[in-house]
């Protein structure tokens, strides 16, 4: 009876599996080729010149045809693998010269449990109250932040979904955060909210309705905007809003340009003239109101304050999709007309102002950790260095924002990297590319791993990759 094939161990990463010949480890990334482990994907280099695909290649043996590698090529930490927990140097550590000054740029495959990722909505839409839990495949994976101008945001992720709840919920957020990191759609339920479809670079969908655009500003900034065109028109407006719903015969605008009283009353509470919070509970109506009639937030019209019969009111929502065009009758009560063309233009003009919507995906991660050991063998000199702004962060050649204080976390926008950056391992958690780019004299001064610097063409003779026609813009400056 024949013997089975042998297994040999990957340890790439903690997981450290045993992989059949022709197999691959479960994360996809590492395989057992006649006895040897390689990675299946190509390391990514960018250049401004188009280059040209990789194939399976071992670790550190020759597998390049010698052609010409591009001037400016820039190796990324794409497909570069890990040597998590850092015991020894990063995959890659490239010398290069830059304006005839000598540089490093540390390349590896980070493994991130604690990371997350940051979406910002653009949508008035009602998507939950704030703190709400987020869902998807029914577990539980962030919650719902802030409401900021125009947009919603949510905080997925993070080390307790991924790691601290069921083995469920672990695998459900770390394949969300995969998704959404490598700009594919997920779709997502907000407990006492919406179900949304959530896609880097695409619109929202929000309860089966894609959003079009975000709002120009709260009613009151509308007003603000807009007053001097409704200005001979109209004799008052009211622009519907979810925040601050506007006034124009009271607002300061108005005032300042001579609008006159009109009577009106608002159902809400007042703030400074002309500016009404909570006219309305949130919903997925006018102005991200619950509101499909907006004359509920109007009370009984003051003639004693300028109601009079054929005043003429104009109701319109922060974004222009929804609006209506009113004239008091003799006992003061709206009836709705048709929008005259005169106001039909500044509705337009309202709608024209208003950006297109979308879903932005920050990744967020906190490189630390032993990562750093694969720097340098002092780890916290490179945590100050790039604190300090001496060595420059990429992530996948993007440009990433570091936050302030200890540690290394830092924010990347998914669509500035190469479609399919990220990847996983089953633990679970995230992978992703990053980059260390510094002059060559701090990196040895902060004790890098002197020896295993190779420069570029080495790089590419022991199992480097082609450049491919990604592109990052801006180009990465050294």
């Not at 670790?59 to 400016?72: E, K, L, N, Q």
């Not at 090529?73 to 304006?99: E, L, R």
């Not at 005169?342 to 490189?367: H, P, R, W, Y």
């Not at 002092?378 to 924002?401: C, D, F, K």
Request: charged content about 20%; proline content about 7%; hydrophobic content about 35%.
């Amino acid at each position: 009876m024949a013997e089975a094939p042998e297994k040999i161990r990957c340890d790439a990463c903690p997981v450290m599996c045993y992989i059949a010949p022709g197999q691959t480890g479960a994360c996809d990334r590492y395989a057992n080729s006649n006895g040897r482990i390689v990675r299946t994907d190509p390391v990514v280099m960018l250049s401004h010149a188009v280059g040209a695909g990789g194939r399976i290649v071992p670790f550190a043996v020759r597998d390049w045809d010698g052609s010409p590698v591009p001037a400016d090529a820039f190796v990324t930490g794409i497909g570069s693998g890990t040597t998590y927990p850092d015991y020894k140097p990063a995959p890659f550590i490239v010398s290069s010269q830059v304006d005839g000054a000598d540089m490093v740029t540390v390349v590896t495959e980070a493994i991130f449990s604690y990371c997350g990722v940051k979406v910002k909505i653009d949508t008035d839409r009602f998507l939950g109250p704030e703190g709400a839990v987020v869902r998807v495949e029914g577990e539980p994976v962030g919650h719902v932040t802030t409401a900021e101008y125009g947009s919603q945001m949510l905080s997925l992720g993070g080390v307790h979904h991924l790691t601290g709840g069921s083995k469920a919920e672990g695998r459900v957020t770390c394949a969300a955060m995969l998704a959404l990191c490598n700009g594919e759609p997920v779709e997502m339920d907000v407990e006492g909210g919406s179900r949304v479809v959530v896609q880097a670079g695409q619109a929202p969908v929000v309860d089966g309705v894609r959003e079009r655009r975000m709002r120009v500003g709260c009613g009151s900034a509308t007003i603000g905007m807009f007053a001097v065109q409704w200005k001979g028109l109209v004799d008052e407006v009211v622009v519907v809003d979810d925040h601050i719903t506007g006034v124009v015969s009271e607002h300061q605008a108005g005032k300042v340009i001579g609008w006159e009283p009109t009577g009106i009353r608002i159902k809400g509470h007042r703030s400074t003239p002309g500016r009404y919070f909570r006219v309305s509970e949130p919903g997925q109506g006018w102005g991200g109101t619950r509101l499909t009639d907006p004359l509920e937030i109007l009370g009984e019209w003051n003639p004693k304050k300028g109601a009079r019969p054929g005043l003429r009111l104009l109701m319109v929502s922060t974004t222009g999709e929804e609006y209506a065009y009113y004239v008091l009758d003799e006992a003061l009560r709206p009836e709705q007309k048709d929008l005259p063309e005169n106001l039909k233009k500044t509705v337009q003009l309202i709608d024209e102002n208003c950006e297109t919507s979308l879903c932005t995906v920050l990744f967020m991660g906190g490189a630390g950790g032993s990562l750093r050991a694969g720097v340098a063998k002092n780890p916290v000199r490179l945590t100050r260095s790039v604190q300090g702004g001496i060595t420059r962060l990429t992530s996948g050649g993007a440009e990433t924002y570091v936050w302030p204080g200890g540690g290394i976390t830092f924010m990347v926008d998914v669509t500035r990297l190469p479609k399919g950056a990220f990847g996983y391992v089953p633990t679970p958690a995230l992978v992703a590319p990053l980059e260390f780019t510094l002059p060559r004299g701090a990196y040895l001064a902060m004790g890098g791993h002197e020896g295993s610097i190779r420069t570029l063409d080495q790089s590419m003779d022991e199992g480097g990759e082609y450049p491919t026609e990604a592109r990052v813009e801006p180009w990465p400056e050294l």
